[in-house]
C-alpha cells in the first residue's frame, strides 16, 4: 500500500481558528491524509492565519514562506483573516497555490480540492522525511506555539462573526456578520469529541456572547451551556470569552456543575471611560467591574483574564494611567497586552490624534509589566491548594522535560509523572514556575 499523503496545519490567531483548523484536520483524514499541527516537510500545508494586528500579518506572511521554503514542492492552501484583509493575490505573491476565505463552504472547498489532488497523485511532494510525522523541524518554527493538545482538548465553534464594529477591530469584515450554530450541531461535535478521546471541550465564537440572538426562536449562552452539560459526556467544558452584558445570574448558575472550568476571559481594552466610548465598546468601566465583581462572587476560584490596549487614537496619560489602575483593580489572573495596532478600513485608522508608536510602546511595556505581576500575585494566591489538572504533553520547561497541564482556571502547571497524557487528576499546586506553577501529585497518582 502506498504511503498516505501528509499534511501539515498550522494555525495563528484565536480560538476560532483552532476550531476551523480542526474541521478541516478531520476532512484531510477522512480523505486519505495523515495530519500534523507543527512544521514539518509535509506533502501540503494548511495554513490558517490571522489579522488581527499588523504583528499577526507578519506572522501571516512569514509561515507562507516559511512552509514554501521548507517543502518547495508541497501544495500550500491558505485560509482564515490575512487573505481576507491583504488580498487573495497577496497570499499567492508570498507561496500559496490555492487561497480561500474564512466561510464554512471555503474550508469545505479546500479539503476537496487537496481530496482530489491526493486521489489523482497531483500533490506537488514526491517524498516525505521519514520521521517528519514525529519532528518540529523547519525554519521559523518559532513563528507557531507548541503544538497543540487536540487530542485532549476539543476546540468547537458554536458561533462567528460579529456585529458591535468597534473602532479599532478588523474581525467584521473578515468574520462577516454573527451567525450561531444549531444546539443540535454543537452537542453533536461535543460528543464527536468525547468519541474521539477528548477530555476537554472549548466552545468558541467571533462573539460568544451572542450566541443565539439570531436563531428562531431566539436563545442565550445558558440554554447552549445547558443542553451541552445534559447530552454529553464531555469532563470539561469551557466557555470563556464574553462581555460584561453576557454575566447573567442564569449563566453563572450553571457553573454550579463541575463539569465547568472557573475561567472567564473579558476584554477590558481600556479603563478609560472616555477611550472606551472612542473605541465604540458597549460597556462602561464601572459595568466592567460589576461583572468581574459579580463573576468572583459567583464561581470559587475563579479565574479573569483580559486584552487591553495601549495607544487608542487620542490616548493621554491620564486615560492610560486610569487603564492601569483599572487592571490593578480587576485583578487578572493573566492579561494579554497589545500596542493600537492600524488597521485598514477601521474606523480608527483614519481618527486624528494617533499616537507616537514610541508611546504606544512604551505603554505597553507598563501593561506586559503589570500583567505579570498580576499574574504572580494570582498564582501565588492558589499556593498549596489542590486543583484538577489536564495533563496534555510533554514540553520543555526551564528544569527540562516535563508534564504540562492547565488547572481548571486554566494556570500551566507542570509535574514530573508517567503515563499522564490526556488525563485528569488532583495537583497540588506549588511556586510560580515558568508562565504556571510547580506542582506534585498528590496520593501517589503516577
Known amino acids: 500500500m502506498p504511503p498516505r499523503p501528509l499534511a501539515a496545519i498550522l494555525t495563528l490567531g484565536c480560538k476560532l481558528n483552532l476550531a476551523d483548523s480542526e474541521a478541516i484536520a478531520r476532512g484531510l483524514r477522512a480523505a486519505g491524509y495523515d495530519v500534523v499541527d507543527r512544521l514539518c516537510e509535509a506533502d ?60 464554512d463552504s471555503d474550508r469545505a472547498a479546500l479539503v476537496e480540492f487537496l481530496a482530489e489532488r491526493a486521489m489523482s497523485n497531483e500533490l506537488r511532494a514526491t517524498s516525505v522525511l521519514a520521521d517528519a510525522r514525529g519532528t518540529g523541524a523547519g525554519p521559523d518554527s518559532s513563528l507557531l506555539p507548541p503544538p497543540s493538545s ?20 478588523i474581525v467584521p469584515r473578515t468574520r462577516g456578520r454573527e451567525e450561531s450554530v444549531p444546539i443540535g450541531t454543537v452537542v453533536a461535535e461535543v460528543n464527536r469529541a468525547v468519541e474521539s478521546g477528548a477530555r476537554e471541550a472549548v466552545i468558541t465564537g467571533t462573539q460568544l456572547g451572542a450566541w443565539g440572538r439570531d436563531l428562531e426562536p431566539g436563545l442565550q449562552p445558558h440554554d447552549l451551556i445547558a443542553a451541552i ?38 476584554a477590558l481594552q481600556s479603563g478609560s471611560n472616555a477611550v472606551l466610548a472612542r473605541m465604540r465598546r458597549r460597556y462602561t468601566l464601572s459595568e466592567y467591574l460589576r461583572a468581574v465583581a459579580f463573576l468572583r462572587s459567583s464561581v470559587p476560584g475563579v479565574a479573569v483574564t483580559t486584552d487591553v490596549i495601549a495607544g487608542f487614537p487620542n490616548e493621554t496619560d491620564e486615560e492610560f494611567e486610569a487603564t492601569l489602575a483599572a487592571c490593578r483593580e480587576a485583578g487578572f489572573a493573566r492579561m494579554h497586552c497589545f500596542p493600537y495596532s492600524l488597521r485598514s478600513r477601521t474606523a480608527a485608522v483614519v481618527m486624528p490624534g494617533q499616537v507616537a508608536p514610541q508611546v504606544r510602546q512604551e505603554r505597553v511595556q507598563r501593561l506586559i509589566a503589570l500583567g505579570e505581576e498580576l499574574s504572580q500575585g494570582f498564582r501565588e494566591g492558589i499556593r498549596n491548594t489542590i ?42 499546586l506549588g511556586p510560580v514556575y515558568h508562565d504556571g506553577v510547580l506542582a506534585t501529585l498528590p496520593g501517589g497518582v503516577a
Not at 66 to 90: E, H, I, K, M, N
Not at 151 to 164: E, K, L, S, V
Not at 247 to 254: F, G, H, K, N
Open 229 to 266: 452539560l445534559e447530552r454529553t459526556d464531555i469532563v470539561r467544558l469551557r466557555f470563556s470569552s464574553l462581555q460584561p452584558r453576557d454575566i447573567t445570574p442564569e449563566l453563572l448558575a450553571l457553573w454550579a456543575d463541575p463539569r465547568l472550568m472557573p475561567h472567564f476571559h473579558l
Open 150 to 169: 487536540l487530542h485532549t482538548r476539543a476546540f468547537i465553534r458554536a458561533q462567528t462573526g460579529c456585529n458591535d464594529v468597534c473602532a479599532f477591530c
Open 44 to 103: 501540503a500545508f494548511i495554513l490558517n492565519t490571522c489579522s488581527v494586528t499588523h504583528v499577526a500579518d507578519q506572522k501571516s506572511r512569514r509561515l507562507i514562506r516559511s512552509a514554501r521554503r521548507l517543502s518547495p514542492d508541497a501544495t500550500v492552501g491558505v485560509t482564515g483573516c490575512f487573505p481576507q484583509t491583504a488580498g487573495f493575490d497577496r497570499a499567492r505573491e508570498l507561496g500559496a497555490d490555492v487561497v480561500v476565505g474564512t466561510a
Open 387 to 428: 486543583r484538577p489538572v489536564l495533563w496534555e504533553h510533554q514540553a520543555e520547561a526551564p528544569r527540562g522535560r516535563q508534564w504540562l497541564g492547565h488547572t481548571d482556571n486554566y494556570v500551566p502547571a507542570y509535574a514530573e509523572g508517567a503515563a499522564l497524557g490526556n488525563r485528569v487528576t488532583p495537583a497540588l
